[in-house]
């Protein structure tokens, strides 16, 4: 069955970074564009990064210059570098694939 983990979470202090992975199985990794989303407590779960097939990136306004999208096709993984991480970064972040698939969510705390 399709599976996607995301890793790489945590605590981080206000400028600091992380590297959010999440591993796909169970489809066509390469076939399907690749987003991550994140929702913040008491708020709408927000699109934050895409990378297409063809490796082709978009990023939400506030997180642009900071997070860099990419893929390995061949170890069926996105990645997201977060840098200059801010409190308002601070969220449970999901990767999601176009077939209509989700991870379970990871948290980051920018704090502190």
């Known amino acids: 069955q399709v599976q996607l983990v995301e890793s790489g979470g945590g605590l981080v202090q206000p400028g600091g970074s992380l590297r959010l992975s999440c591993a796909a199985s169970g489809f066509t990794f390469s076939s399907y564009a690749m987003d991550w989303y994140r929702q913040a407590p008491g708020k709408e779960r927000e699109l934050v990064a895409i990378i297409s097939s063809d490796g082709i990136t978009n990023y939400k306004d506030s997180v642009k210059g900071r997070f860099t999208i990419s893929r390995d096709n061949a170890k069926n993984t996105v990645y997201l570098q977060m840098n200059s991480l801010k409190p308002e970064d601070t969220a449970v972040y999901y990767c999601?694939?176009?077939?209509?698939?989700w991870g379970q969510g990871i948290q980051v705390t920018v704090s502190s």
């Open positions: 999601y694939s176009r077939g209509g698939w």
